[in-house]
């Protein structure tokens, strides 16, 4: 997350950009969505940007101290995709129980390690952005044996070269 906001920063301030893209693999939370499928992920929130206050956790936000959630700016270059809500962590969720807490309070789809460092990025650099995902794996304790990592990247440069072929 940190080395993606800085190196977006340093970038998009070396020269205009028309459109930041960020795009990879991620996690779903949410099972409806097929493993290899490719998502606009419109919102991304920064997880674990807060405090812990005994059994409960209060964001940056709520705190008042900086914002936690980002949206996706360039809509229309990504308008066929499924919308799906993200997270961004340090740790990618494989406890059950922390899978749930997550799950109730922030009602996330996805789950990335950059997404809204990305999106932070290009909206302090006043820039349009989309994030595009194809899921790799489900949100569940660690199971190596179900990812589908090559179908993920394969479906994403499958979408990338189509993207490209319509903007031009």
Request: aromatic share 8%.
């Amino acid at each position: 997350m940190v080395a993606t906001a800085f190196a977006l920063g340093r970038q998009l301030a070396s020269k205009p950009y028309k459109l930041l893209l960020n795009v990879g693999i991620a996690g779903s939370f949410d099972r409806s969505i097929a493993l290899g499928e490719v998502v606009y992920v419109y919102q991304d929130t920064i997880a674990e940007l807060g405090a812990e206050d005994g059994e409960h956790f209060l964001d940056s936000e709520a705190m008042g101290l900086a914002a936690h959630t980002f949206h996706s700016t360039a809509e229309t270059a990504v308008s066929a995709l499924r919308k799906c809500r993200g997270i961004t962590v340090n740790t990618v969720h494989g406890h059950e129980q922390h899978i749930e807490i997550t799950l109730k309070r922030l009602a996330p789809q996805t789950e990335s390690m950059e997404g809204a460092a990305a999106l932070y990025a290009a909206q302090q650099a006043g820039i349009p952005a989309a994030q595009v995902r194809a899921i790799s794996n489900y949100v569940e304790r660690r199971n190596k044996a179900s990812w589908q990592i090559g179908l993920a990247i394969d479906n994403l440069n499958h979408w990338l070269k189509n993207f490209a072929g319509t903007t031009g």
